[in-house]
């Protein structure tokens, strides 16, 4: 397989990664051991891969590494800061917004994103804002109530 | 992971129209299509990346709104000069399509490339009448949206990059629309779609365009509803009387999503209500605010 040279930020660290030209952006995550950004539908559905380039979210495992070239990218590994948990996974945690626990990277990096955008929403929004993130475990309502704490403890 | 042999990143559009000149090659840009579904991978062994050409760009000149093959759904559903544009319908086809994770990702260009007779934005471009404007290695060509698709995910784009769509814009302001999805949820890929855009003059209509998604091997034009339109009163009895042509028209097919027979039947459903919101009788969504 040939190989791509690219450089980026991860989590606020630059970075040069040598990665497949088909590789996707997940497996060089997971390549690098960031291995909390899940794989797990593949297909672009469940947006359980979620991490944010450039401010933005989006699915790792439909993009490839090497289109990473010169971004900023922030994966849930990225977000607690000196030991402390960042206030959407403290809100997680306080709700137990999670159940199995697989899909909650992605719901948190999809939070990240959305909360950046909209730091007051209400709750139609919140449903909105994660209507693409899937949980197998059915749990759909604490994180609703997860990202609305967050947002208020984000003003605090 | 893609079983390529190379990644190319052009920088300029007269590079990457020569590497897509060879065998085997293909774009990518969102690459939510490419990455998940082996059909558009069949014989391609190296990509060719198209987001580095400058071309992210949504802009009006010279009486058409002109939006670049980088610009992503989002861009597409949050830009007011679409939501602006016959009551928002492509902004609004944009603003549906997948998640937002998707739309952060995918762009309107490739939505096209892809050809996919479902696909949320199609029916929008061709009530809007856009035309397609490609570069290969033979110059520049415009293709009207109309004559782009040939089949499912087949189009006359052979190995031509999408530079741009292109809208006009004369007479637009006249220009009343209205867009209706039917999915399971907004995010899934519809079972039906449909857009129409309709000129009124003294309570008549003078212009109609009525595109159903999801019902034919391409997005399907309804001619014959279309010219069922021009000339009669913007009522609901008018919209009844098309959304029976319309049943009669598409031609579905059954797959997991729905069975034939309900798309026929959603079909008019969706007419009646694309149409409604065209002529004021509904009020037309804003889908974007949660874009």
């Given at each position: 397989m040939p190989e791509v040279d690219i450089a980026l930020t991860v989590n606020g660290r630059a970075v040069k990664w040598h990665v497949e030209?088909?590789?996707t952006l997940l497996e060089a995550l997971h390549a690098h051991h960031l291995k909390g950004t899940k794989l797990i539908?593949?297909?672009?559905?469940?947006?359980?891969c979620g991490v944010l380039l450039n401010g933005n979210s989006i699915n790792a495992c439909c993009m490839l590494a090497a289109q990473a070239e010169g971004g900023d990218l922030l994966t849930i590994e990225g977000l607690a800061q000196e030991g402390k948990l960042h206030p959407i996974q403290e809100a997680f945690a306080q709700e137990g917004a999670a159940q199995c626990g697989y899909c909650t990277p992605g719901f948190i990096m999809r939070a990240c994103a959305f909360l950046q955008e909209?730091?007051?929403?209400n709750e139609t929004e919140v449903r909105a804002a994660l209507a693409g993130n899937i949980c197998r475990c059915t749990g759909y309502v604490k994180p609703v109530a997860a990202v609305l704490r967050a947002a208020e403890m984000m003003h605090e | 992971m893609l079983k390529i042999a190379a990644y190319h990143s052009p920088t300029t559009l007269i590079e990457a129209a020569a590497l897509l000149a060879e065998d085997g090659r293909t774009a990518i840009a969102g690459g939510t299509d490419l990455l998940v579904n082996p059909r558009y991978m069949v014989g391609v062994r190296e990509v060719v990346d198209i987001r580095r050409l400058g071309l992210n760009y949504i802009r009006v000149e010279n009486g058409w709104l002109y939006i670049g093959a980088g610009a992503t759904m989002r861009t597409v559903a949050q830009r007011v000069e679409l939501q602006g544009l016959a009551n928002g319908i492509l902004a609004r086809g944009a603003a549906v399509c997948g998640s937002p994770n998707i739309r952060n990702m995918a762009t309107l260009a490739g939505n096209i490339a892809s050809a996919?007779?479902?696909?949320?934005?199609p029916p929008a471009l061709l009530a809007l009448d856009a035309e397609v404007v490609l570069v290969g290695m033979r110059g520049e060509r415009v293709v009207p949206l109309d004559s782009f698709f040939v089949g499912p995910a087949k189009s006359v784009r052979e190995r031509d990059l999408i530079r741009e769509l292109r809208i006009p814009l004369a007479g637009s302001n006249a220009l009343r629309g209205g867009f209706y999805k039917i999915g399971?949820?907004?995010?899934?890929?519809?079972m039906v779609n449909a857009a129409a855009t309709l000129k009124i003059q003294d309570g008549k209509i003078s212009m109609a365009r009525l595109v159903l998604g999801?019902?034919?091997?391409?997005?399907?034009?309804v001619s014959r509803a279309e010219e069922a339109l021009v000339g009669q009163a913007a009522t609901e009895e008018t919209f009844q009387r098309v959304a029976e042509i319309v049943r009669d028209e598409v031609r579905p097919i059954t797959d997991h999503r729905a069975t034939a027979e309900y798309r026929r039947r959603i079909s008019a459903v969706a007419t009646v209500r694309a149409l409604r919101q065209a002529a004021g009788l509904a009020t037309p969504g804003e889908e974007w605010q949660h874009a």
């Open positions: 030209a088909g590789e539908c593949g297909t672009g559905d469940c947006c359980g909209h730091p007051h929403p | 996919l007779p479902s696909a949320d934005t399971r949820t907004a995010e899934d890929i519809s999801a019902v034919a091997p391409v997005p399907l034009r």
